[in-house]
C-alpha cells in the first residue's frame, strides 16, 4: 500500500492548510459560540472547489481521491470541527447518494450545484424511533397521481436548515404496512415543497456550528423523477452511503486528535509548576507520547479505508474499524488534553475545551461505536 500522496493531493492539502489557517481559524469559532453555521465560510470553500471533492469534473467537481479528501479533512478539521462537519457531511452523504444513484437529469438537476458549492446536501435517515434500527423507519412514501406522497418525521438531520440548503435526500417506506417485505426508495425533496417544514436548529454538547434540525413531511407530494435509485433498494444505496461518511469521520477525529495534541504539547511546554514546565514531569510526556502513539493508529487505519475505496476493493470492514479507532482515540485524546491544560482547559474560551465538546458526537454519528463492533464482528464471521 503505498500512502505518499500524489502532485495534486499535496496541493489540495497546501490549498486547505491555508484556507484553515488563514480563514477558519479566524473566523469560525465566533460562529460556534454564536452557535451559527458559517455558510460564509462554506460558500467560500465552494468556490475553492472543495465542496465537490468526491465528484467528478463532469458533474462539477474536483474528482479527488478519498486519500486526498483524508488529507485535506487533517487540515480544515484543525481548525474547526463544527465547520468541518458540516462539510463533510455535505461532501459524503449530502452529495453521494445523488452521484452514486441519480439519473444523468438529476445529477444535472441537484448533483452540480451541490458539487460546484451553491447549495448545501443532507442526508435524511434517522428517525425518533430509528437511529441505529435503520429498518425501523416509519416515514411512508406511497404512489399516488403520478408521484409519491410522503408522510413522516427525520431527527439529527445537518445541513437541511441553512440559508444555504438545498433540501434534503431521505429514506422512506414504499411498501403498504404489513404488507409482507419491507421496501425502502430515497427521494429528493427540495426546500420550499408543499407541507415539508423543521424544527429550531436544535443544540448540542458540541459541533454548535453544525445546522442539526427535526424534519417534517406532511402530505408531501413529489413527481415520480424526484425518485433516486432502485425504487426497492434504497436502504442499501443509503447504507453504502454511510461506509463513505465512516472514512469521513475516522479522518474528523483524526484532526481532532492532532489539533488537542498541538495544544498540549504547547500548554505543556509553556506552563510552568513546581519551577519547572509541566512538560518535564513524565506523567504528562507519557500521556503526550500515548495520544501521539494512537493518534498514529488510528491515522493508518483510516488511509488504509480511504486507500481501499480508492482502489476499488470492499472497505466496508475497514471504515467501520478506522471510525471505531480513530474516534475512540478523538474522545480520549480530549479529555487527556484537557487534564493537561488543567483548570483553563475546562473553560469554554480555551480552544481545547471546544475540542473536548465536540469530540463526543463522533463516537455516535454516522452509525455509532457499537454498530461499528457489529459490522466488524460480521465481517469475521459471527
Ligand atoms: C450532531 C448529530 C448530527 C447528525 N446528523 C445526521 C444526519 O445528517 N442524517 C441522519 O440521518 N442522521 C444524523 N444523525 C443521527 C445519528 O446517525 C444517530 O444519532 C445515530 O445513528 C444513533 O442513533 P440514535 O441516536 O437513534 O441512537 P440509538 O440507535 O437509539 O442507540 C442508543 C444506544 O443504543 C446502542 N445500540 C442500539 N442498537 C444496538 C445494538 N444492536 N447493539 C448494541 N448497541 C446498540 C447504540 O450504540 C447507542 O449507544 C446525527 C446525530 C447527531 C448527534
Known amino acids: ?37 458559517a455558510t460564509d465560510l462554506l460558500r467560500e470553500m465552494g468556490e475553492l472547489g472543495l465542496l465537490g471533492m468526491l465528484i467528478p469534473e463532469e458533474w462539477g467537481g474536483i474528482a479527488m481521491s478519498t486519500v486526498g479528501f483524508v488529507a485535506a479533512m487533517e487540515q480544515i478539521g484543525r481548525a ?19 452521484y452514486l444513484f441519480g439519473t444523468d437529469s438529476q445529477r444535472e438537476r441537484w448533483l452540480r450545484p451541490l458539487a460546484e458549492g451553491r447549495v448545501l446536501g443532507a442526508f435524511g435517515l434517522t428517525e425518533p424511533d430509528a437511529g441505529s434500527d435503520a429498518r425501523g423507519i416509519r416515514t411512508r412514501a406511497e404512489h399516488r397521481d403520478g408521484g409519491w406522497l410522503i408522510n413522516g418525521t427525520k431527527t439529527f438531520i445537518s445541513n437541511a436548515g441553512t440559508d444555504m440548503s438545498f433540501g434534503v435526500t431521505l429514506l422512506a417506506r414504499t411498501d403498504a404496512a404489513g404488507d409482507g417485505p419491507q421496501r425502502y426508495a430515497s427521494f429528493v425533496v427540495e426546500r420550499g415543497t408543499e407541507g415539508f417544514t423543521m424544527g429550531p436548529k436544535m443544540r448540542g454538547i458540541g459541533w454548535r456550528g453544525l445546522d442539526t434540525r427535526e424534519l417534517y413531511f406532511e402530505d408531501v407530494w413529489v413527481p415520480d423523477d424526484h425518485l433516486v435509485g432502485d425504487p426497492e433498494m434504497g436502504l442499501g444505496q443509503f447504507l453504502r452511503t454511510l461506509e463513505v461518511g465512516r472514512i469521513s469521520i475516522a479522518a474528523l477525529s483524526l484532526s481532532l486528535t492532532q489539533a488537542v495534541l498541538d495544544l498540549a504539547t504547547s500548554y505543556a511546554a509553556e506552563r510552568v509548576q513546581f519551577g519547572q514546565p509541566i512538560s518535564k514531569f513524565q506523567a504528562v510526556q507519557f500521556k503526550l507520547a500515548d495520544i501521539a502513539t494512537e493518534l498514529e493508529a488510528g491515522r493508518w487505519l483510516t488511509y488504509r479505508a480511504a486507500y481501499l475505496r480508492d482502489a476499488g476493493q470492499p472497505f466496508q470492514k475497514e471504515a467501520a474499524m478506522a471510525k471505531l479507532k480513530a474516534s475512540r482515540v478523538a474522545t480520549w485524546a480530549a479529555s487527556e488534553a484537557v487534564q493537561i491544560h488543567g483548570g483553563s482547559g475546562y473553560m469554554l474560551d480555551s480552544p481545547v475545551a471546544r475540542f473536548y465538546c465536540d469530540s463526543k458526537v463522533l463516537e455516535i454519528g454516522e452509525g455509532t461505536n457499537e454498530i461499528q463492533h457489529l459490522v466488524i464482528a460480521r465481517a469475521l464471521g459471527c
Do not use: K, N, Y
Not at 6 to 30: G, H, K, M, N, Y
Not at 85 to 94: F, P, R
Open 1 to 37: 500500500m503505498d500512502l505518499s500522496l500524489s502532485e495534486s493531493e499535496r496541493d489540495l492539502v497546501e490549498l486547505c492548510r491555508e484556507f484553515a489557517t488563514r480563514e477558519i481559524a479566524a473566523r469560525a469559532p465566533q460562529a460556534w459560540d454564536e452557535s451559527r453555521c
Open 80 to 98: 474547526d470541527q463544527s465547520l468541518a462537519a458540516a462539510w463533510q457531511a455535505h461532501v459524503t452523504i449530502g452529495s453521494l447518494p445523488l
